[in-house]
T-cell receptor, first 118, second 111 residues
Framework: GAVVSQHPSWVICKSGTSVKIECRSL??????MFWYRQFPKQSLMLMAT?????????EQGVEKDKFLINHASLTLSTLTVTSAHPEDSSFYIC??????????????FGDGTRLSIL | RKEVEQDPGPFNVPEGATVAFNCTYS??????FFWYRQDCRKEPKLLMS???SGNEDGRFTAQLNRASQYISLLIRDSKLSDSATYLC????????????FGKGTSLLVTP
């Protein structure tokens, strides 16, 4: 159990396009989901914490108006990269924690979305 | 200072070798510790959680030293399939579940 599906896996689009990435927990409820970004040869960096039914919490340096997060249900969080530019090209990964599970339990990661902006 | 620091490697070892990775973390309030493995252009996959008493899972042994804020991973009898990047991961203190990832240590096991 504890499968997280992320869609799409790959996106290639023109500069200025907005791109939506979905993160779904398929067989469990996730009150909290996380969005990470990884540039080549760098570590995964937390962008924001997505909480079901409330506003996301963004890490310092991450523009909330640029990276829109919606967590409307216990199984779905979406990240929209608005007006994407080449510098937004990266590997975006979501993770989810099972509702009720404590923080000592590992998170469940999606497969990631490779975003390339031309 | 970065929150989680690792030697990036690469570590090139022959099959059957024993290899050890080290990691230090900066926030003494962190409570959860993990080793993840990441293959090229893939999502990270949990290798093992790390407990204060140390724990072993087959060929993999993890140790935690809270006083030194130091975590280690030992891989015995390396296999070709162990080639990957190993990520040291620590929860963000006071943020519950959010994680801080190290940059990763690259391992290449050769025939």
């Amino acid at each position: 159990g504890a499968v997280v599906s992320q869609h799409p896996s790959w996106v290639i689009c023109k500069s200025g396009t907005s791109v939506k990435i979905e993160c779904r927990s398929l067989d469990f409820q996730a009150t909290t989901m996380f969005w990470y970004r990884q540039f080549p040869k760098q570590s995964l960096m937390l962008m924001a914490t997505s909480n079901e039914g409330s506003k996301a919490t963004y890490e310092q340096g991450v523009e909330k108006d640029k990276f829109l997060i919606n967590h409307a249900s216990l199984t779905l969080s979406t990240l929209t990269v608005t007006s994407a530019h080449p510098e937004d090209s990266s590997f975006y990964i979501c993770s989810a924690t099972k509702t009720g599970e404590d923080s000592n339990q590992p998170q469940h990661f999606g497969d990631g979305t490779r975003l390339s902006i031309l | 200072r970065k929150e989680v620091e690792q030697d990036p490697g690469p570590f090139n070892v022959p099959e059957g070798a024993t290899v050890a990775f080290n990691c230090t973390y900066s926030n003494s309030a962190s409570q959860s510790f993990f080793w993840y493995r990441q293959d090229c252009r893939k999502e990270p996959k949990l290798l093992m959680s790390v407990y204060s008493s140390g724990n072993e899972d087959g060929r993999f042994t993890a140790q935690l030293n809270r006083a030194s804020q130091y975590i280690s991973l030992l891989i015995r009898d390396s296999k070709l399939s162990d080639s990957a990047t190993y990520l040291c991961v620590v929860n963000k203190a006071n943020s519950g579940y959010a994680l801080n990832f190290g940059k990763g240590t690259s391992l290449l096991v050769t025939p």
